[in-house]
C-alpha cells in the first residue's frame, strides 16, 4: 500500500488559518468519501478531528474543517492557537484489497 | 468513558513470536470493528490489521500479512494481535483503536505498547 501524500511541513502565525493538502489516488482517497483526520501532540496517541470528509466529532473545534476534490483532500485550521501545534495525519478508506491508508504526516508550526 | 489499554510490548529478538493485547471497556465492544494501527519510531502512522465486530472478517496491511494475526475475544472485551517471524522493520509503538463509523475513523485510541525488535 502506497501512503497518501502530505506537505512534510506547514507554519502559521497566531489567529491566521493554513491549509494541510493530502494526495490520494482514484484507488482509495478519489474513489470514497471516507477521508478522516488526526491530530498527534509529542508522545500522545493520536486523536481524530475529522471523518467523512468533513464530519466533526464531538468536543472537536469548528476551527477544524475538512474538504475534498478529486482525488486531494484538505484540512483547514483556521484561527491558529499554540495548542494546535502538532503532526497531522489524513487517512482514507482504499476498498477491501489494501483497507485503510495512511498519509506520511504534516508538522504544523505555529510561529 | 471508553479506554483501551494496549498490552505485551518488549525487547524481541527477530524471528521470534509474540502476542499484543488489547483491553476494551466503557464500550459495547462486540458492536464495533477494531484495528490495530503502529507507528515507528520518529515516523508516521502505518494501518497493520482489522477485525470486524464479530470476528467473521479480517484485513491485513502488506507489510504483516502472513506474519501477524488479529483476533478478539468478546467475552472477555479483548483484542490481540499475533506476531510471528518479527523483524527489525516491526519495531514501533502499536495503538489499538476502535473504528468509529465507517471504516477509516478511529475514535477512540489506546495509548499504545512498544515493540522493539532486536538482536
Known amino acids: 500500500q502506497s501512503a497518501l501524500t502530505q506537505p512534510a511541513s506547514v507554519s502559521g502565525s497566531p489567529g491566521q488559518s493554513i491549509t494541510v493538502s493530502c494526495t490520494g489516488t482514484?484507488?482509495?482517497?478519489?474513489?470514497?468519501?471516507?477521508v478522516s483526520w488526526y491530530q498527534q501532540h509529542p508522545g500522545k496517541a493520536p486523536k481524530l478531528m475529522i471523518y467523512e470528509v468533513s464530519e466533526r466529532p464531538s468536543g472537536v473545534s469548528d476551527r477544524f474543517s475538512g474538504s475534498k476534490s478529486g482525488n486531494t483532500a484538505s484540512l483547514t485550521i483556521s484561527g491558529l492557537q499554540a495548542e494546535d501545534e502538532a503532526d497531522y495525519y489524513c487517512c482514507s478508506y482504499a476498498g477491501s484489497s489494501n483497507y485503510v491508508v495512511f498519509g506520511g504526516g504534516t508538522k504544523l508550526t505555529v510561529l | 468513558q471508553v479506554q483501551l489499554v494496549e498490552s505485551g510490548g518488549g525487547v524481541v529478538q527477530p524471528g521470534r513470536s509474540l502476542r499484543l493485547s488489547c483491553a476494551a471497556s466503557g464500550f459495547t465492544f462486540s458492536s464495533y470493528g477494531m484495528h490495530w494501527v503502529r507507528q515507528s519510531p520518529g515516523k508516521g502512522l502505518e494501518w497493520v490489521a482489522v477485525v470486524s465486530y464479530d470476528g467473521s472478517d479480517k484485513y491485513y496491511a502488506d507489510s504483516v500479512t502472513g506474519r501477524f494475526s488479529i483476533s478478539r475475544d468478546n467475552s472477555k472485551n479483548m483484542l490481540y494481535l499475533q506476531m510471528n517471524s518479527l523483524r527489525a522493520e516491526d519495531t514501533a509503538v502499536y495503538y489499538c483503536a476502535r473504528e468509529g463509523c465507517c471504516y477509516s475513523d478511529f475514535d477512540y485510541w489506546g495509548q499504545g505498547t512498544l515493540l522493539s525488535v532486536s538482536s
Open positions: 482514484s484507488s482509495d482517497l478519489g474513489n470514497y468519501n471516507l
